[in-house]
T-cell receptor, first 114, second 111 residues
Framework: NAGVMQNPRHLVRRRGQEARLRCSPM?????VYWYRQLPEEGLKFMVY????????ESGMPKERFSAEFPKEGPSILRIQQVVRGDSAAYFC????????????FGPGTRLTVT | LAKTTQPISMDSYEGQEVNITCSHN???????ITWYQQFPSQGPRFIIQ???TKVTNEVASLFIPADRKSSTLSLPRVSLSDTAVYYC????????????FGSGTRLSIRP
């Protein structure tokens, strides 16, 4: 029973490039969450998705960031025209439909913008 | 969303019992109390969840008083591998809920 999968684990992008982060939820989980964590800080909620539906994107920056969770395939967090301030660890979590408080996290993607 | 307050850091020694208390004065009737553990360079891990009184699993115990305005995570006989950040969260039992992580408590265990 595989856990939450994220890839890539490490991603290096130059300023202005696009970053695509992928997340495959646990089997049987229909909800996906994305968080960002800066060094020595807590996790910041970004977006909460169900299949083909964004439930809450109140933590997403208004520009350059988007997320999707298609009917088939992994959830994608997309960052366009990356800047150095986007360097962080991005964690994905998943949960069952009826227990959003019990989330299972992936290993994270560490994005470095040079 | 109910805000939580917990100590920034705590130190203890191997073999001791560690209790981390979290305040959540504005907890709502349908909120559950949940604790996560995060090791460096890893995603958080769900530890325990409760609504009232006491909950125990193979990892920890969670004590919740009758007024539910606080909770205490108890780690029995800690070891060096329990060094981590511990997050206290409150969230509704709802498919529309998001959960908010605070800064957590950085627990350091010494030999």
């Amino acid at each position: 029973n595989a856990g939450v999968m994220q890839n890539p684990r490490h991603l290096v992008r130059r300023r202005g490039q696009e970053a695509r982060l992928r997340c495959s939820p646990m089997k049987g989980h229909s909800h996906v969450y994305w968080y960002r964590q800066l060094p020595e800080e807590g996790l910041k909620f970004m977006v909460y998705l169900q299949k083909e539906n964004i439930i809450d994107e109140s933590g997403m920056p208004k520009e350059r960031f988007s997320a999707e969770f298609p009917k088939e395939g992994p959830s994608i967090l997309r960052i366009q025209q990356v800047v150095r301030g986007d360097s962080a660890a991005y964690f994905c979590a998943s949960s069952r439909q009826d227990s959003s408080y019990e989330q299972y996290f992936g290993p994270g993607t560490r994005l470095t913008v040079t | 969303l109910a805000k939580t307050t917990q100590p920034i850091s705590m130190d203890s020694y191997e073999g001791q019992e560690v209790n981390i208390t979290c305040s959540h004065n504005n907890i709502a009737t349908n909120d559950y109390i949940t604790w996560y553990q995060q090791f460096p360079s890893q995603g958080p891990r769900f530890i325990i969840q409760g609504y009232k009184t006491k909950v125990t699993n193979e990892v920890a115990s969670l004590f919740i008083p009758a007024d539910r305005k606080s909770s205490t995570l108890s780690l029995p006989r800690v070891s060096l591998s329990d060094t981590a950040v511990y997050y206290c969260l409150v969230a509704g039992y709802s498919s529309a809920s998001k959960i908010i992580f605070g800064s957590g408590t950085r627990l350091s265990i010494r030999p």
